[in-house]
């Protein structure tokens, strides 16, 4: 069953968190690096979790991570990752916040490359699902094949997002830019 119908079925207060996230957010397009970061954060936390637990703590991890500001968090330092350890608003794993932190720094060199992160997608798309994840591991720290998987899914650099009957995949579809509707 796909997110779009699953989200019917859940209880009121369940559905407006999700409708809000599959609605608005779920397969568009993200132009902005700090955005990009932020959602693969999100992903990378969401590992052995439910995505209703990461939507909830979206805006203390926003928080936490200076609203996921590249070069922020780039330069976060050991008493960062202490505080990030401490703080009952977000995930408190330390590979997780490890990895925000070296991710963010390899951002930052593919941003010295490729102009941005986004470009850096860009210059590397269309893949196949197998050959993303091979490139995230790679280039990424804590990034398996259901992260990579969600996290171009989320983006709307690989299809799935949304069923084609799903009245959003219409709007996903005229939001994206031509060449990225192409496999």
Not at 20 to 41: Q, S
Not at 138 to 162: C, D, P, R, W
Request: glycine share 4%; net charge positive.
């Amino acid at each position: 069953m796909s997110y779009c119908s699953v989200i019917e079925f859940m209880p009121d207060e369940k559905k407006a968190l999700h409708k809000a996230y599959h609605d608005k957010l779920y397969g568009f397009p993200i132009h902005d690096d700090n955005e990009l970061f932020c959602r693969l954060v999100l992903e990378i936390n969401q590992a052995g979790l439910s995505w209703e637990t990461i939507l909830k703590k979206e805006a203390t991890f926003r928080k936490a991570y200076h609203n996921f500001n590249i070069k922020k968090v780039a330069a976060y330092t050991e008493a960062d990752r202490e505080r990030l350890l401490a703080d009952p608003g977000i995930i408190r794993n330390r590979l997780k916040i490890n990895a925000a932190i070296e991710n963010a720094n390899t951002i930052l060199q593919l941003q010295k490359e490729y102009g941005s992160f986004e470009k850096w997608l860009t210059h590397h798309h269309p893949k196949t699902k197998d050959e993303w994840v091979k490139l995230f591991k790679k280039t990424f720290k804590f990034t398996g094949g259901e992260i990579v998987n969600e996290f171009l899914m989320s983006i709307g650099y690989l299809q799935g997002a949304h069923t084609t009957s799903c009245e959003i995949h219409k709007q996903v579809l005229k939001a994206k830019p031509m060449w990225l509707t192409k496999k």
